[in-house]
Structures are given as C-alpha cells and as structure tokens.
Nanobody, 115 residues
C-alpha cells in the first residue's frame, strides 16, 4: 500500500515560517510527480506547488516567491518551505503523488496563520 505521511503543520504568526514534510513509499517516490495542495474551509482544494521527478517546479501565483517545494530522493521526502505566511494561507495542506495515472494522498496537516 502506498503511504504518504505529512508533518510540520501548526499555528504560526503572520510573517512566520513553517516547513512541511511528506514522507513517501520508497516504491513510488523516485517515479512520481509530487505536489502540495491545500483546502481552506468552504473552498475547493487547490494546487500550491508541484515538483516533477526531474526536479522541475511550478507554483500557484499566490505563493510564488514565498514558498519553495523540494524533494530529497535519498530520504523519499518532499518538503514545502513556507515563509512570509499570511492569514489567507490557513488551510489543510495535503501531500500528493501522481504515479502511473493515479493519485495518492496524505492525511493532511493543518496550517493556521493567525495573530
């Protein structure tokens, strides 16, 4: 069974930083396109950042310049470094793996940005 486990969420002040981690199954990590999505209350889930198996990245306009997605193929882990956090970044953040035309999801981790 494919496992994706997120960690690193929490409550932070506006302007603060968090780093989210997603540990993935060794069997699929090196082949998969990895992404971070988020879903705020009452809103649709949206793509935040994506990184391909080759290391190419894409970001939502709302987070460009503030968030950085990266992957460590040795550790089978994808990261989302979030800086200059804003209240509108508050959401449940989900790790996603796209592999052989299938999507795999983590359980989500809550990020709350509030003073």
């Amino acid at each position: 069974q494919v496992q994706l486990v997120e960690s690193g969420g929490g409550l932070v002040q506006p302007g603060g930083s968090l780093r989210l981690s997603c540990a993935t199954s060794r069997s699929i990590f090196s082949f998969a396109t990895m992404g971070w999505y988020r879903q705020a209350p009452g809103k649709q889930r949206e793509l935040v950042a994506l990184i391909t198996s080759g290391g190419s990245t894409n970001y939502a306009d709302s987070v460009k310049g503030r968030f950085t997605i990266s992957r460590d193929n040795t550790q089978n882990t994808v990261y989302l470094q979030m800086t200059s956090l804003k209240p509108e970044d508050t959401a449940v953040y989900y790790c996603n793996a796209k592999f052989q035309w299938r999507d795999f999801w983590g359980q989500g981790t809550q990020v709350t940005v509030s003073s």
